[in-house]
């Protein structure tokens, strides 16, 4: 009469003895959030910087003097990135999604409620990349041409970003970098076990995919700059 798994009697105890952990995790995760987007900042004022000076080979104590240097204008791009973004999220899904959902989700449009939402979801992906593409190039404009205004330059960006050579290169390089981490997630859930070697393997396979990322944000970033540097 034995079954395989954890009794829900055995799971409940877990949840009430780790419950202050559990209730912990929330808050945790906002400031790795936090810590990681700062030190975003940090990556993206270097890997600029570098590019533009022509510095070969790199080295960690130039990387983080640039990244020190322009970490304020970079932090400041992100900002309105994120009030931009947020401005547009609540117009596509409170203004135009609560005033059609009536409409959508009546009996005698059962489907078109699951569409609507989709195309909304499809909306708000185009402008995140759309504004991502956008603050990059916000950010490759302070640094090449020095400048200081973040919002001038993410409005600038916001119109660099509908070139087709910038959707180009930043497809060229996170179309690669995203079909990668996508294989090394299949590669990451097929790695079971407990042991030593399971463990190293792990380590070793989010190790590869975070090269990967940065690889790919460096790219972005240096053709972008390139870009830019050919109009001085």
Known sequence: ????????????????????????????????????????????????GTAVSGENPVRVGAFLTHGAKW??????????????????????????GQSVHPDEFSAAAATSGWWGDRLRELVLLLCFFWFRMAGDQARADLVVFGRKGALGASLRGLGHALRPRTIVTALAFGVPAFVLLLLLGFVAQRLTGDGTITLI??????????????ASRAGVLAAFAFERSKNT
Not at 12 to 21: A, W
Not at 75 to 89: D, E, H, P
Not at 201 to 214: C, E, G, P, Y
């Open 201 to 214: 393997l792990l380590f070793v396979v989010f190790q590869v995919a975070v090269a990967i990322r940065w």
């Open 1 to 48: 009469g034995w079954q395989a798994g954890l009794d829900p009697g055995v799971w409940q105890d877990v949840r009430r003895d780790l419950s202050s952990l559990f209730d912990g995790l929330t808050f945790i995760h906002f400031w790795v959030a936090i810590v990681a987007w700062l030190f975003g900042a940090v990556a993206a004022g270097g890997f600029l």
């Open 71 to 96: 970490f304020g204008r970079m932090l400041r791009v992100g900002i309105v990135f994120g009030c931009l973004y947020y401005i547009v999220a609540r117009l596509v899904l409170e203004a135009w």
